[in-house]
């Protein structure tokens, strides 16, 4: 075994996982996959009145933290590692009710999480459809002529949370109009041009885009003067 100072801080008692095979000094039983030294013999957790613990493997932080915290009665488990001439932890024994109430306590929480993302969902859900409302109302108020119907699936697909699109942009959500006029741009260069087969075709994106520029214009100009024949 390596020298004391090579241990890593531990409350309680202190259990290894041998590299190489040990037999308990008092009961002669063995190999060990666990021991603990006593007098710098190997002991097994029976004789050294460790055998009715459970092992918890590290990786759950919170759960461990919890399982000690229950435990009466706990233990630090390390290993030596030869490349970094260390010990290192690997879990910790602890009784068995103390584990069980640890792992209710650690559900409950993943079930309160839970519930609380079902919360924020259904609040980002409503908070979405409200700014999708209010970006169509802005499409209808820039471009009457606009179908009811069209301008919600417009608003709809420039706000999708995690889009990336122009309308999660910070000019999308203050709703100014350069945001709300790409949004529809884009929207009648892909459904109301050959913008799309141009571009499957091999058409360079501005060369295609500068094609269909005219037909854009159009179906804008016609949205627009719809309201202003209305006004009048």
């Known amino acids: 075994m390596a020298p004391r100072a090579t241990l890593p801080p531990h409350p309680g008692p202190l259990v290894f996982q041998p590299l190489k095979r ?21 002991r097994c957790l029976d004789c050294a009145d460790l055998g009715h613990l459970v092992f918890l493997p590290r990786g759950d932080t919170a759960l461990t933290r919890r399982a000690r915290e229950e435990s009466a009665l706990s233990a630090v488990v390390v ?12 879990g910790v ?8 109430r640890a792992e209710q306590r650690c559900l409950a929480d993943a079930e309160a999480r839970r519930r609380r993302r079902m919360r924020d969902a259904r609040r980002r859900e409503a908070q979405d459809e409200l700014f999708a409302h209010a970006f169509a109302t802005e499409i209808r108020r820039l471009f009457p002529g606009c179908p009811p119907d069209r301008a919600r699936a417009i608003a709809a697909h420039a706000s999708e949370r995690g889009s990336g699109r122009v309308g999660r942009s910070a000019a999308g959500r203050a709703l100014t109009e350069g945001a709300v006029t790409s949004a529809v741009v884009a929207s ?11 571009l499957m075709s091999g058409v360079p994106r501005h060369e295609a885009r500068r094609r269909i520029s005219a037909a854009v214009e159009t179906v804008l100009r016609g949205w627009t003067e719809a309201g202003l024949g209305s006004a009048g």
Do not use: I, K, M, W
């Open 22 to 42: 040990r037999h308990c000094a008092e009961c002669r039983r063995g190999p060990l996959p666990l021991l603990v030294l006593e007098d710098s013999a190997p």
């Open 79 to 90: 290993r030596f590692n030869r490349r970094q001439s260390r010990y290192e932890r690997q």
């Open 93 to 100: 024994l602890v009784e068995e009710e103390a584990l069980a």
């Open 188 to 198: 009648v260069r892909h459904l109301d041009t050959p913008y799309d087969r141009l």
